[in-house]
């Protein structure tokens, strides 16, 4: 079975990672208060930057959980997947749903004035990319072969 020879850091999914960084990262922000733009203009626009994209992000999860569903098919890194999805922003990126969680994470980070986050972002991006990504492509090689070759040939990994 393809969730026992998954890495913990796999079977514990991405949105997991994020959320207790941004944890951390808040009580760092707490604990060492990193400077944030003084009251006015300049926070007002960060917090429009920031609620831009965490809702953009937010619009993007949930099309891609949508797709999921419709397909009938894991959103689970961990598990084989029934179907692979090429349509919606998936014809643009291969991963559209880990994208969502970047936006929204920076996005929240901005909003709530944490940002430690930002610094702390580098964290669950290397997750990504070092653990979940290459395990769920293998996954995905395997299961759809010349299918997902074709795929990952035309449709880069972000943009």
């Known amino acids: 079975m393809v969730s026992e ?3 913990w850091l796999v079977r514990s999914t991405s949105p997991l990672h994020f959320c207790v960084t941004f944890a951390v990262a808040a009580l760092l922000q707490n604990v060492f208060d990193l400077p944030l ?9 960060v917090h429009l930057v ?5 809702n953009t992000g937010l619009a993007l999860a949930l099309w891609c959980i949508a797709l999921f569903a419709l397909r009938r098919t894991t959103i689970m890194p961990a598990h084989m997947p029934a179907r692979l999805i090429v349509r919606g922003p998936y014809r643009w ?3 559209p749903f880990y994208l969502s969680l970047l936006l929204s994470y920076a996005g929240l980070a901005a909003i709530l004035d944490v940002p430690w986050a930002l610094a702390l972002m580098p964290i669950p991006l290397a997750i990504l990319r070092k653990a979940i990504i290459p395990f769920e492509e293998a996954c995905l090689e395997t299961r759809f072969g010349a299918d997902y070759a074709d795929y990952r040939a035309s449709v880069p990994r972000w943009f």
């Open 5 to 7: 020879r998954a890495h």
């Open 93 to 95: 990126t291969r991963n």
């Open 50 to 54: 920031g609620t831009v994209l965490a």
């Open 37 to 45: 733009p003084p009251p006015g203009l300049a926070l007002d626009t």
